[in-house]
T-cell receptor, first 113, second 111 residues
């Protein structure tokens, strides 16, 4: 199984809502990532988890809260988002070595009203 | 982090070879060169990577200049399915796992 799955595929939320994005992989990878991609722009790294511990936070606002409950799961909890947070949120996983390829999920398309 | 420069867009005819260039003049001796592509409405997909020597896999070839300041991704026979944004990425040393995407090259393949 070389797949990274993300749910939901689409999410519409208001600025006062709390929602969560979910990412799952069963490849035994010990590094997992969240990226944000605005339309017509390249993906931007948000967070890196290595061995279930947060190793990189790219100065992401606290309204985005990542969680890695086990080696297969990665969540992104969303609270009090702004319309400018609307984007495609991509999850990826890999073995945590610099030369190892990252496997990306299809993303969650988030719209904040 | 070292930076890459790629043309914004390129066109190719189907079944012809495509050479996608990437300049990375500030590359350090331990940076790996990775290529990913992103097909429309999909997440990025790994294509190939290398350090110093040229590399081949089932998807593409990677030619790395001797001074490592540039590289070229070669698709030997472009198909319509190869139309995508191609990203050349330098991965810094250490196990941070960071992928810093540049603007990429949008490849159009004409039938």
């Amino acid at each position: 199984d070389t797949e990274v799955t993300q749910t939901p595929k689409h999410l519409v939320m208001g600025m006062t809502n709390k929602k969560s994005l979910k990412c799952e992989q069963h490849m035994g990878h010990r590094a997992m990532y969240w990226y944000k991609q605005k339309a017509k722009k390249p993906p931007e790294l948000m967070f890196v988890y290595s061995y279930e511990k947060l190793s990189i936070n790219e100065s992401v606002p606290s309204r985005f809260s990542p969680e890695c409950p086990n080696s297969s799961l990665l969540n992104l909890h969303l609270h009090a988002l702004q319309p400018e947070d609307s984007a495609l949120y991509l999850c990826a996983s890999s073995q945590p070595l610099v030369r190892d390829e990252q496997f990306f999920g299809p993303g969650t398309r988030l719209t904040v009203l | 982090d070292a930076k890459t420069t790629q043309p914004n867009s390129m066109e190719s005819n189907e079944e012809e070879p495509v050479h996608l260039p990437c300049n990375h003049s500030t590359i350090s001796g331990t940076d790996y060169i990775h290529w990913y592509r992103q097909l429309p409405s999909q997440g990025p997909e790994y294509v190939i990577h290398g350090l110093t020597s040229n590399v081949n896999n089932r998807m593409a070839s990677l030619a790395i200049a001797e001074d490592r300041k540039s590289s070229t991704l070669i698709l030997h026979r472009a198909t319509l399915r190869d139309a995508a944004v191609y990203y050349c990425i330098l991965r810094p040393p250490g196990n941070t796992g960071k992928l810093i995407f540049g603007q990429g090259t949008t490849l159009q393949v004409k039938p």
